[in-house]
């Protein structure tokens, strides 16, 4: 089945209208060791001529780089490109402390943040048989990644830890507890990658962090994956991790749910034999990559129209494209198939679909895509969001020719009382019929003579409203 990457993302909590924020940091060519005092720091908001200026991430925007040193004054960071290979240019280089205090590295106060977070970068641990090295995304508003204080889990989303051995670092990550002062260990049994964290070694970390209420799809290489609310996917030199037997989500750390992530940092600490540890070559964004679709999903996007949901979709190109799925969910977890819309099979030009859901529930109605081959394989988009707020009084005439019947659709805010008339084009009344409105969807029925035909006007009156439409018989 061929797969064609999506081109334009209009899915999930792209349509809120945030404008899309990637960037690296791989800390240039520069040399040197930066002078920072015992529990301060150096932070590339301000020029710190004459030592080494911080280098920020390409193209900046809010976001500070900030070096914090230990207290008592311990270890020291450096800027290098000599020794370790390992990036692009220099790399920047943590000489751990030996006390319980740490040498802290953060970026904070990254702009147009989300819920949503992919970072990736490369580290290497070199010299040091014991110590901890903490990375951590989280939120910087409580300023824990910002503060001079050692801890920055309290204000994390997703952190990892490694505890450095002599000839291996164990592997383990925060779960949600009361200050998040423990750690879970990470199976090497089921991580066999992870085995390869030993001194000396150089690996690529990646996290995909889903601080929404409701699963994210994310493409990786060309394959799909859903990381779940409020949960987190580690990668390891290319490698998912699992947290358990096929489970793959991470729980999160204690940072509240739904919480806007605008912060990383990398803690070196607790380290008698001074451990050293390099860093470069970060990739940040505030999304995750558009998932994998056998057809090339240009937009998807959903309006209320009145007492429904207009839906349209749009593909620039389709392979083996059979039909779509619409579904249906109030949760976004649980989903009901309400349509089968045929597709254009194998297409390079622009196609346009649409659905009308005329039966929408209270409150936030989720949609998803399911794309169905022929041979019967399937991929479903990310979610859209659409919110079904009932307003005053809303109808709708679903049919004007049904056994000499018109049925309507009426969604009203609350119980209320109503009197429908239907009259002739020329102001005759044809029909009239008293009703009894629940909140939420009505659906009414009302008989009309076997000789009425041509254009007719529905009116419907409330104590408070008056609502009137077109229909044709």
């Known amino acids: 089945m061929k797969k064609l990457a999506a081109i334009l993302i209009t899915l999930g909590f792209a349509t809120t209208g945030y404008t899309q924020t990637t960037w690296n940091l791989n800390f240039g060519i520069g040399t040197g060791q930066f002078v920072i005092a015992a529990n301060s720091a150096i ?34 960071f450096e800027l290098v490109n000599t020794g370790a290979t390992i990036g692009s240019g220099s790399r920047l280089k943590i000489t751990a402390p030996t006390s319980t205090s740490s040498n802290k590295f953060s970026i904070y ?91 000396n070694s150089e690996h690529t970390i990646e996290v995909f962090c889903n601080n929404t209420a409701i699963p ?27 947290s358990a037997a096929a489970v793959t989500d991470f729980d999160a750390g204690i940072l509240g749910a739904n919480t806007n992530l605008n912060a990383i940092a990398f803690n070196s600490k607790s380290s008698t034999t001074q451990a050293i540890t390099y860093l470069d070559d970060f990739e940040y964004t505030d999304f995750l990559p558009a998932p994998v679709l056998p057809v090339t999903l240009v937009s ?24 779509f799925l619409v579904q249906k969910s ?14 254009a099979g194998t297409s390079n030009q622009l196609n346009n679909y649409y659905f009308t859901d005329h039966s929408p529930l209270q409150g936030t109605n989720y949609f998803r895509l399911t794309q169905v081959d022929f041979d019967g394989k399937s991929t479903s988009s990310n979610l ?26 009426v969604s009203a805010e609350q119980d209320q009382q109503g009197t429908l008339d239907i009259f002739t084009i020329n102001g005759g009344k044809a029909a009239t019929q008293k009703l009894s409105l629940q909140k939420g969807n009505n659906r009414i029925s009302v008989a009309l003579p076997s000789s009425a035909k041509g254009v007719f006007v529905a009116s419907l009156q409330t104590s408070q409203f008056l609502v009137k439409t077109k229909f044709v018989k």
């Open 330 to 343: 109030a949760d976004g977890t649980t989903f009901e198939t309400i349509a089968r819309i045929k597709g």
């Open 109 to 199: 106060n990254i702009g147009a943040t989300t819920k949503l977070m992919r970072v990736r970068f490369k580290v290497r641990f070199d010299a040091g048989t014991n110590g901890e090295q903490i990375f951590s995304v989280g939120n910087n508003d409580g300023g824990l990644f910002y503060s001079n204080g050692s801890g920055i889990v309290d204000g994390g989303f997703a952190s990892m830890q490694w505890n450095l051995g002599a000839s291996k670092h164990a592997f383990s990550y925060f779960k949600n507890t009361s200050s998040n002062n423990s750690t879970t260990a990470i199976s090497e049994a089921l991580n066999p990658v992870i085995a390869g964290f030993t001194p």
């Open 43 to 76: 932070e590339s908001s301000v020029s710190q001529s004459p030592n080494l200026d911080v280098p920020t991430p390409s193209p900046s925007s809010t976001q500070v780089v900030r070096l914090r040193m230990s207290n008592p004054i311990s270890g020291k």
């Open 300 to 323: 998807f996007q959903g309006n209320k129209q009145a007492a429904a949901i207009a839906l349209r979709w749009a593909t620039a190109s389709e392979v083996n494209n059979s039909h």
């Open 216 to 242: 994210m799809q994310y493409a990786s290489g060309s394959t799909n994956y859903t990381v779940a609310a409020g949960k987190w996917h580690i990668w390891v030199n290319g490698t998912q991790l699992f």
């Open 384 to 409: 859209i969001a659409v919110n079904f707020g009932l307003g005053d009084i809303a109808m709708k005439v679903l049919t004007g020719n049904v056994n000499d019947k018109i049925e309507l659709i």
